[in-house]
């Protein structure tokens, strides 16, 4: 990878990270930590509905557990709120949001291209479309609504170091939600450029969303990381890893007889890390690391298999 290495990983609190979170966290760890680079850890806990103080505390704890560890203070996005209305601020300094009244429903019923599983309905751009009264007139009498963006379809692409070339039309995205926090979408390149971070590593479900990020990083004339997504770790049933496959915590797999330093050993095998016996901490596996070696695809697993100690390899469902 060209230029620094400072990174971040920037989990959400709202349960346990699961294997799938854990290799993220690692791969995000070891780009930066094999280069010399910092290592922020950023709590994404904007959603007051989903985000628990204690699931916060046992996100850290698992990765410690693992040797992950950051430096300096933690970075919550719910203390950064002043400044992500600063930038909206900004945003509407240039013409470029405007108020949507649209339910959910109705971004859904409207959306008119298919899109994939698990990707957002691309917002059809009803809001955009009122008289400038209007809008103002519904804003005054306190209808719900978030804020989106005036994107105007823009084309916006980016070299991501494990995906290769990501492009996609940007969408009039929502950048303040109807509860009056920031949106995911304009708070997380403020903190990109605000932290200094150099190569942004995370979850491969999150590549389709980066080009937002990449035309707010523009439009505040903000510096845009470089990007890894890393893939997703499935269930046996191609779902996204989740709970009910049983055996995907640190927690679950500790009560069944792995520990940590077993889950690491699974860990570096999924990243194409031999792993040795006497592998304890991600520090152990920072020599042997290398990007190349990550898988490009998104990988099958049944957890149950590594119960008998059979390993990463063998737990693949090809
Ligand atoms: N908080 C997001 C998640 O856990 C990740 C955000 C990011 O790394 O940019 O999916």
């Known amino acids: 990878m060209a230029s620094g290495h400072d990174g971040r990983f920037a989990p959400s ?9 854990l290799r993220t966290a690692l791969v995000a760890w070891l780009v930066s930590r094999a280069h ?3 290592f922020l850890l950023r709590v994404d806990d904007l959603d007051p509905d989903r985000s628990r103080p204690e699931h916060e505390v046992s996100q850290l704890d698992d990765l410690l557990a693992l040797g992950i560890d950051w430096d300096g203070d933690l970075v919550r996005q719910s203390d950064r709120l002043a400044r992500y209305d600063d930038a909206l601020s900004q945003l509407d300094a240039q013409d470029l949001t405007y108020p949507c009244f649209c339910t959910r429903a109705e971004v859904l019923a409207a959306a008119a291209a298919p899109h994939g599983p698990g990707v957002e309905a691309p917002y059809p751009g009803t809001c955009a479309r009122l008289a400038r009264s209007e809008r103002t007139a519904r804003v005054v009498a306190g209808e719900p609504h978030c804020i989106r963006v005036r994107a ?8 991501d170091e494990l995906l290769g070339r990501v492009e996609t039309i940007v969408d009039d995205f929502v950048v303040r939600r109807r509860d009056g926090v920031a949106a995911y979408n304009l708070a997380s ?7 200094a971070i150099d190569v942004v590593v995370r979850g491969a479900d999150l590549a389709p969303t980066t080009p937002r990020q990449v035309w707010i990083a523009e439009r505040l004339e903000l510096h845009v990381p470089q990007f890894a ?6 269930g046996p049933d191609g779902a996204r890893l989740a709970k009910r496959h049983g055996a995907a915590s640190l927690d679950e797999l500790s009560a069944r007889g792995l520990d940590a ?8 095998a999924s990243i194409g890390i031999e792993p040795r016996a006497t592998d304890t901490s991600a520090r152990d596996l920072v020599d042997r690391f290398s990007i190349d070696r990550v898988p490009r695809g998104d990988e099958r697993i049944d957890p149950a298999r590594f119960l008998d100690g059979s390993g990463w390899s063998s737990s693949r469902i090809e």
Do not use: K, M, Q
């Not at 609190?13 to 979170?21: D, E, I, K, R, W």
């Open 36 to 38: 010399d680079g910092r």
């Open 13 to 21: 609190p709202t349960g346990p990270l699961h294997l799938g979170n």
């Open 189 to 195: 390149p403020v903190d990109e450029a605000d932290l």
């Open 152 to 159: 105007e379809a823009a084309t916006i692409g980016f070299e």
């Open 229 to 234: 997504h890393v893939p997703l770790v499935l």
């Open 261 to 268: 330093a077993a889950v690491l050993a699974l860990l570096a």
